[in-house]
Nanobody, 114 residues
């Protein structure tokens, strides 16, 4: 069983920046995919940014504003968010897909509001 724990959520003003971090209890160097998803109230969970098959993919709504990064030594994956908008308000979830299973963190809430 793999544990994923997200850190960094909170209240941010519009136009501000925030970094989310996800810590994995297993090595991430052999992952099939790992990334961030989000779910706003009343909506479905959606992809934000993901490492998959050696490439990085971003949702159109965050391109140019968010950057995903990984540290294979610390087994962490970060989401650097900038120029935040109220519509970025959501619970952000970390996801990791290993050969033996697909795992989710419990999520961290990001609220963008003045």
């Amino acid at each position: 069983q793999v544990q994923l724990v997200e850190f960094g959520g909170g209240l941010v003003q519009p136009g501000g920046s925030r970094r989310l971090s996800c810590s994995a209890s297993a090595t991430i160097s052999s992952l099939n995919a790992m990334g961030w998803y989000r779910q706003a109230p009343g909506t479905q969970r959606e992809l934000v940014a993901v490492f998959r098959s050696g490439a990085t993919n971003y949702a159109d709504s965050v391109k140019g504003r968010f950057t995903i990064s990984r540290d294979n030594i610390k087994n962490t994956i970060d989401l650097h968010m900038s120029t935040l908008k109220p519509e970025d308000t959501a619970v952000y979830y970390c996801n990791g897909r290993w050969a033996w299973g697909d795992y989710w963190g419990k999520g961290t809430l990001v609220t963008v509001s003045s």
